[in-house]
């Protein structure tokens, strides 16, 4: 397979980065993953602009989005059709081992890009609806950048495998945030509900397509802080993501949540799968 490093197109067994490298020594970057529909790519303007964003808030310049286009394209030669997730990571670059960054502009970002295929999330899964745990959110406070900084959302991850469940959901101050790798729905009598975008949540490009698609089709969305304790009592709680799409949660902290994936969350599911091409 065909990965892109820093200008070039090289086997996988041949993309090296240095040891210096500021992402491997301080997760000094930022990352994009964007879903490949059919050789079609989902809402490529936004991530560009997030990652833009995401730059931006960390201090890394120089990056060339046209170069970035012909990297996806060329890339994506290689999975023409089915399902495949293209990942962009771009880090500060190489300079001997020192906390303190350089000015801007004065190192050459790495910047590494792949496609590879992805496997819908089995059918029993989102028919059925996943387990999550809540746990305290330990992030720091600009959880907004998308950094490849994410040995929080690892070990919350690892924390929800070890108690038997999929995912967790971070919780700052009793209120619910997001899941580690996913924004977080619930559904309050017949009402969408999701955490507000501040600078304590990643905002999600799904969790956006997701609410212009329910307002447009008559659904009320409130971008409203909800607790844990409201959580527990959502008639349908569903994690949005780029890979994860629309997944329905059928159990927090070892309490039920509704019977299966939910009405509203088949819908939004079944509005996304349209919208990428899938219905
Ligand atoms: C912490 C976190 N929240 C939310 C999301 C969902 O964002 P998107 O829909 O853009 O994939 C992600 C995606 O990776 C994430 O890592």
Redesign the pocket.
Same mark, same amino acid.
């Given at each position: 397979m065909l990965v892109y490093l820093n200008g070039d197109f090289v086997d996988e067994s041949q993309a090296w980065v240095s040891i210096d490298d500021r992402g491997f020594l301080f997760a000094d970057g930022v990352y994009e993953?964007v879903h490949l529909y059919n050789g079609q790519v989902f809402e490529w303007d936004r991530h560009i602009k997030r990652l833009h964003r995401s730059l931006a808030g960390v201090g890394i310049s120089g990056v060339d989005d046209a170069a970035l286009e012909q990297a996806r394209d060329r890339l994506m030669q290689q999975w023409p059709t089915g399902e495949a997730a293209l990942y962009i990571q771009i880090t500060r670059g190489v300079q001997k081992r020192s906390h303190a960054p350089p000015a801007p502009g004065v190192l050459t970002p790495t910047v590494l890009m792949w496609v590879r295929p992805v496997e819908p999330i089995a059918p029993a899964l989102v028919q059925h609806g996943v387990s999550v745990i809540t746990v305290a959110d330990d992030r720091w406070a600009k959880v907004w950048i998308k950094t490849i900084g994410l040995l929080p959302?690892v070990l919350a991850k690892g924390k929800a495998q070890s108690a038997g469940a999929y995912d967790a959901i971070f919780v700052r101050d009793g209120m619910v945030m997001?899941? =580690?790798?996913?924004?977080v729905f619930a559904v309050f009598d017949g009402v969408l509900a999701t955490a507000p975008v501040t600078n304590y949540?990643?905002p999600?490009?799904?969790?956006q397509v997701l609410i212009e698609l329910a307002r447009a089709h008559g659904y009320s969305v409130r971008e409203e802080p909800f607790a844990v304790d409201e959580l527990y009592r959502a008639q349908e709680v569903f994690l949005?993501? =780029?890979l994860t799409e629309v997944l329905a949660v059928s159990e927090v902290d070892g309490r039920r949540i509704g019977s299966g994936a939910g009405p509203v969350t088949l819908a939004m599911l079944k509005l996304l799968h349209r919208q990428v091409g899938l219905e």
């Open positions: 993953v959302n997001e899941a =580690t790798s996913a924004n949540i990643l999600g490009i799904t969790r949005s993501g =780029t």
